[in-house]
T-cell receptor, first 112, second 118 residues
């Protein structure tokens, strides 16, 4: 089945230790998104790629970076995780940006 | 400014009851899209429906139905004969243009936690 896959599902890191979360898709969608979702809150968009074009949200901290080496894969790099970065990180894709987004299962990040 | 309001933070119903989740939106765009997503305890957001601003027809899909009323800027979601498996957080969302040309961002409401009791 075509889908959005996120690895790992659970990630534990130490304060300040860089971490990379990965997302892959078999849907061949043009757009890939990264969201941060904290407990009992709505998802918050960090950035998105439209093909190779990277689009950062104005309030996304510099600590968060992203890479999209090809259509199928997108990575979220957190350079120096703080305690406040503990959250669920959701990857999503859409054919075009006005279409519905399909979400992966998320990676729950714990920062010790 | 774009805004989505889901005034109901939590709803509890008993199985087989009908339940309606409210969604009110604000936008200055003439073309926009509205969505509903379900987030079960597992965490994955599941797409339920997309409606564009030019299509005010209500939609029914099994036990789910949606009532879109542009006049009141509402896009309400009804579950008929609720089941325990319907327990989840439900998000209403509005897509709006963002800086990069025709790209659009989802503005989510704060979500409604639905609990269906056996």
């Amino acid at each position: 089945d075509a889908m959005v896959i996120q690895n790992p599902r659970y990630q534990v890191t130490q304060f300040g230790k860089p971490v990379t979360l990965s997302c892959s898709q078999t849907l061949n969608h043009n757009v890939m998104y990264w969201y941060q979702q904290k407990s009992s809150q709505a998802p918050k968009l960090l950035f998105h790629y439209y093909d190779k074009d990277f689009n950062n949200e104005a309030d996304t901290p510099d600590n968060f970076q992203s890479r999209r080496p090809n259509t199928s894969f997108c990575f979220l790099d957190i350079r120096s995780p703080g305690l406040g970065d503990a959250a669920m990180y959701l990857c999503a894709t859409s054919i075009h940006s006005y279409n519905e987004q399909f979400f992966g299962p998320g990676t729950r990040l714990t920062v010790l | 400014a774009q805004k989505v309001t889901q005034a109901q933070t939590e709803i509890s119903v008993v199985e087989k009851e009908d339940v309606t989740l409210d969604c009110v939106y604000e936008t200055r765009d003439t073309t926009y899209y509205l969505f509903w997503y379900k987030q079960p305890p597992s965490g994955e957001l599941v797409f339920l429906i997309r409606r564009n601003s030019f299509d005010e027809q209500n939609e029914i899909s099994g036990r789910y139905s949606w009532n879109f009323q542009k006049s009141t800027s509402s896009f309400n979601f009804t579950i008929t004969a609720s089941q325990v498996v319907d327990s989840a957080v439900y998000f209403c969302a509005l897509s709006r243009p963002i800086s990069s040309g025709s790209a659009r961002q989802l503005t989510f409401g704060s979500g409604t936690q639905l609990t269906v009791l056996p």
